[in-house]
Structure formats: C-alpha cells, structure tokens
C-alpha cells in the first residue's frame, strides 16, 4: 500500500491571518503615494475622502472574498475561485499571469524597493553603485547594488519559507508587529505635535473634483492592493471558515484606519501644495513635525516595511501554484509538498527564482504595466463569482455569507469595473499588450490539460 501524500499542514490561526492581511498590504506604497492623491485633489478633506472611499471599496472586496474562502477552503485564493465560478482555464489564466508578473512582478518591484531603501544606509546597495558587470559581445548585464539587495532578499525570504510555514509566519507575523508599532508611533506623536502646515480652503469645479477623485482612487486603491492576501493561504488555516472572515476583515479595518490616519499626519505636517510636490510623503512629514533626527528614523520605517511586505507576498503567493499543477494544469510536480516542512517548496522557488531574475534585469516594470489592466479585470470575474455561485449552487456550504448582499459585492464589482475602464482609458495599448501576454498561455493550458488526461 502506497503510503498517504503528504499536505499541507493547518497552523494559521486567526491572528496569523489578521497579520497576514496587514503585512500584504503595509509596503511602501502608504509613504509614497500620498503625494500623487494631493495632485489629483488638492483639498484636505477630498484627500481623505479619497483613503476613506478606497479602504470602504477595499473592505466591500474583502467580505466578498471572505464568503468564496470560506466555502472554498483550499490553498489558492482566486485561482479556485475563478475555477470554480467560470471552469478551470478561467482559474489557470489567473495563476499564469500571477506566475508571469502579477505576483512574481510585483515581488520584484517590493524587492527593488527596499533595496532602494537600504542603499541610503549601505553604499554598497545604493541604486547608483553597479557592483559587478558581465559582457558578452554587445551584451552588458550590470545589475545596481539594489537590484542585488533585491535578489539576495528574494532569495533569503524564500529559504525561511522553505523550512516550514510556522518560520515564514513567524518572520512576516515580528515584521508586521514592528512596523505596525513604528507606524503608530509616527501616528500618535504626529496628531498630538503642534500642526505644522496652515490649509488653505480649495475649491474644485465639479468637474475638476469628479476627475480629480477618479485618478486619486487608482493610487488609493493600488496602495490598498493585498488586501486578499490570505485567501491564498486557507488552506494552512485552522477554522478556515472562521478564521479567514475574521483575518481578511479585520486586517483590512486596520489598514485603512492606518492609512487615514498617516493622511492626516501628512495633511498637519505639510501644506498640500508641498504634500503634492514631495516624492517621500512619510519622511517629509516626520522632517517637517520631528527635524532630521524624525526624518531618519521614519526611512528606516519604510525600510522595514518594505521587507515585510516582501515577506508576506512571498509567503501567501507561492501557494497560487501548488494547486494549479494538483487540477493537472501546471508541472505536476509542483503539486509536491514536502514531506518534513510541509511546504509547496517547488511553487514557492519557482516563483522567487523568477522573482529574482526580474529583479535582477528590471524587466519586471515594463510587465506589470502591461498586466496592470488584466489584473483589476480578474477581480471584476472575483466579485461576480459571488453571485455566479449563490445561483449556480444555491445549496452549497456556506460557513460566512457576505454582509450587505447583494449591494457589498456589487459596489466591489463596479469599483473594480470603473478602475479596468479608467486604466484602459488612460493606458490602451499598455492593456491591450497585457490582455495579449495573458492569452498566451493558452497552449500551454491546452498541453498541460492533455497531458494531465480525463479528469
């Protein structure tokens, strides 16, 4: 008798999830893109109302995600949704372009990020400093110091993931703690120091302010992004259909609490004339309430946070393609898990080693701009999923149902929809490109659906 494959072990409890949550979606983006949301809107209290709407459009997603998690209690988030909504090539086209740049991209471009970050105290690792070069005729490869960072942080993140889940929780869950304590230190000190900046009264045209809140959405929400990050990692949870509700809702409050918040420091730290021009909203900020001494240790901040979000992506990602090649449409022998630390440690490589390489010739930019348009319409086919299988399996199991239904998971649906036509609007070409890169992994589906046989 051939002895049981071994699986994937449940030891993600309801904090882990909560944490999990946060530290997918707390990276740079919060310190940087304030600044673009000024430009758009330059009004204090439409500032906040653009954070306040994208956390309410983010947390609308994550109730509606949290119904198809839990009656979908396997590892692979969207992936089993999409499968299970709209047939398994709709669920493959997904994790294809997570593989191809979605997920593996946007390690790269977190991964960059810190390395950026970490040069400013490294020289070695500065972005302005090629430690090596290699030349083969007219070819010339010189990485930056922080595209090496970025590949050695990839690497290194991956190998804590490799020996198991509770060590990769482990370093993402102190990752978050620390900087979600740094954050609100920033946080508490910044609304009870003296206000800095004097706003004066804006007043926008209705038409200005309509387009103004539209672009100003798409950087909000964009910072947002992640917010589904332990759906993808239900299937290492105990209690799924409790706790994945609990760590998906929960952490997404307090993001966007976090995140209103830090807007609010901003907007008493500095005039939105000068919050629009800076390229480093938090440390601007910190210089503008604390002096130099605050401005430096609010860039160590965005150093750590860098890195633990690079660790939470890493660690909820990889579990995309294990279930892929276990539907026989993918290797089938990433299906694999291994037998001591109870990982998918061949998803989890492939995917940082592409991570890695992307990072290392800074191709991944180019590819996530092309996907970009294809990334926000799988969450349109995610939020409709929900009313495709309240009609297709009315019956079905149900251990949470979504709040608010029918109106939470449209107005998620419609907010999705409204962001793929802004983005096609703006970037057409870009969209189309990526609609392409993502269609092009139909043979690979067709070869790998012949070679896994009837199911």
Same mark, same amino acid.
């Given at each position: 008798?051939?002895?049981?494959?071994?699986?994937?072990?449940?030891?993600?409890?309801?904090?882990?999830?909560?944490?999990?949550?946060?530290?997918?979606?707390?990276?740079?983006?919060?310190?940087?893109?304030?600044?673009?949301?000024?430009?758009?809107?330059?009004?204090?209290?439409?500032?906040?109302?653009?954070?306040?709407?994208?956390?309410?459009?983010?947390?609308? #997603?994550?109730?509606?995600?949290?119904?198809?998690?839990?009656?979908?209690?396997?590892?692979?988030?969207?992936?089993?949704?999409?499968?299970?909504?709209?047939?398994?090539?709709?669920?493959?086209?997904?994790?294809?372009?997570?593989?191809?740049?979605?997920?593996? #991209?946007?390690?790269?471009?977190?991964?960059?990020?810190?390395?950026?970050?970490?040069?400013?105290?490294?020289?070695?690792?500065?972005?302005?400093?090629?430690?090596?070069?290699?030349?083969?005729?007219?070819?010339?490869?010189?990485?930056?110091?922080?595209?090496?960072?970025?590949?050695?942080?990839?690497?290194?993140?991956?190998?804590?993931?490799?020996?198991?889940?509770?060590?990769?929780?482990?370093?993402?869950?102190?990752?978050?703690?620390?900087?979600?304590?740094?954050?609100?230190?920033?946080?508490?000190?910044?609304?009870?120091?003296?206000?800095?900046?004097?706003?004066?009264?804006?007043?926008?045209?209705?038409?200005?302010?309509?387009?103004?809140?539209?672009?100003?959405?798409?950087?909000?929400?964009?910072?947002?992004?992640?917010?589904?990050?332990?759906?993808?990692?239900?299937?290492?949870?105990?209690?799924?259909?409790?706790?994945?509700?609990?760590?998906?809702?929960?952490?997404?409050?307090?993001?966007?609490?976090?995140?209103?918040?830090?807007?609010?420091?901003?907007?008493?730290?500095?005039?939105?004339?000068?919050?629009?021009?800076?390229?480093?909203?938090?440390?601007?900020?910190?210089?503008?309430?604390?002096?130099?001494?605050?401005?430096?240790?609010?860039?160590?901040?965005?150093?750590?946070?860098?890195?633990?979000?690079?660790?939470?992506?890493?660690?909820?990602?990889?579990?995309?393609?294990?279930?892929?090649?276990?539907?026989?449409?993918?290797?089938?022998?990433?299906?694999?898990?291994?037998?001591?630390?109870?990982?998918?440690?061949?998803?989890? !490589?492939?995917?940082?080693?592409?991570?890695?390489?992307?990072?290392?010739?800074?191709?991944?930019?180019?590819?996530?701009? !092309?996907?970009?348009?294809?990334?926000?319409?799988?969450?349109?086919?995610?939020?409709?999923?929900?009313?495709?299988?309240?009609?297709?399996?009315?019956?079905?199991?149900?251990?949470?149902?979504?709040? #608010?239904?029918?109106?939470?998971?449209?107005?998620?649906?419609?907010?999705?929809?409204?962001?793929?036509?802004?983005?096609?609007?703006?970037?057409?070409?870009?969209?189309?490109?990526?609609?392409?890169?993502?269609?092009?992994?139909?043979?690979?589906?067709?070869?790998?659906?012949?070679?896994?046989?009837?199911?």
């Amino acid at each position: 008798m051939n002895a049981p494959r071994p699986g994937l072990v449940r030891r993600l409890g309801a904090v882990d999830a909560a944490l999990l949550t946060i530290g997918a979606v707390v990276g740079t983006g919060i310190f940087l893109t304030g600044g673009e949301v000024a430009r758009a809107l330059p009004s204090p209290a439409a500032i906040l109302t653009v954070w306040i709407v994208g956390g309410l459009l983010s947390l609308a #997603g994550a109730l509606s995600y949290a119904e198809l998690g839990a009656m979908h209690p396997r590892a692979g988030g969207l992936y089993v949704y999409l499968a299970a909504a709209y047939g398994p090539v709709w669920g493959f086209f997904y994790g294809w372009a997570c593989l191809l740049v979605i997920m593996s #991209g946007g390690i790269a471009a977190i991964a960059v990020g810190f390395g950026e970050y970490l040069g400013g105290f490294v020289p070695f690792f500065s972005s302005a400093h090629a430690p090596f070069a290699l030349a083969l005729g007219p070819w010339r490869w010189a990485p930056s110091g922080a595209q090496l960072a970025a590949a050695l942080a990839i690497l290194a993140l991956t190998a804590i993931n490799h020996v198991g889940l509770r060590a990769g929780a482990a370093a993402q869950n102190a990752l978050t703690v620390v900087r979600l304590g740094a954050i609100g230190a920033f946080v508490g000190f910044g609304l009870l120091a003296p206000a800095h900046a004097h706003q004066a009264a804006v007043h926008l045209p209705p038409h200005g302010l309509l387009a103004g809140f539209g672009v100003g959405m798409i950087a909000a929400l964009w910072t947002y992004d992640g917010w589904y990050g332990a759906t993808f990692s239900t299937g290492e949870m105990r209690d799924p259909g409790r706790t994945l509700p609990f760590g998906i809702i929960a952490g997404t409050l307090a993001v966007m609490a976090l995140y209103v918040l830090m807007n609010a420091v901003y907007l008493r730290a500095l005039p939105v004339e000068a919050l629009a021009h800076s390229t480093r909203n938090a440390e601007d900020a910190a210089r503008a309430l604390f002096g130099a001494g605050g401005a430096r240790l609010m860039t160590i901040t965005v150093t750590l946070a860098s890195f633990g979000c690079l660790a939470s992506t890493i660690l909820y990602s990889s579990r995309i393609y294990q279930p892929m090649a276990e539907d026989g449409v993918f290797f089938r022998s990433v299906a694999a898990i291994h037998p001591r630390f109870r990982v998918p440690v061949r998803s989890l !490589w492939i995917q940082s080693g592409w991570a890695a390489a992307l990072a290392l010739t800074g191709s991944y930019s180019q590819l996530f701009t !092309w996907v970009t348009f294809a990334g926000v319409l799988f969450h349109v086919a995610g939020g409709a999923a929900v009313f495709v299988l309240r009609a297709r399996a009315p019956a079905a199991e149900r251990p949470y149902r979504v709040w #608010g239904f029918p109106v939470v998971p449209a107005l998620f649906t419609l907010g999705m929809l409204a962001l793929v036509a802004s983005t096609l609007w703006q970037k057409p070409v870009e969209s189309l490109v990526g609609l392409a890169c993502i269609a092009a992994g139909w043979p690979a589906y067709a070869w790998w659906r012949r070679a896994a046989g009837p199911r």
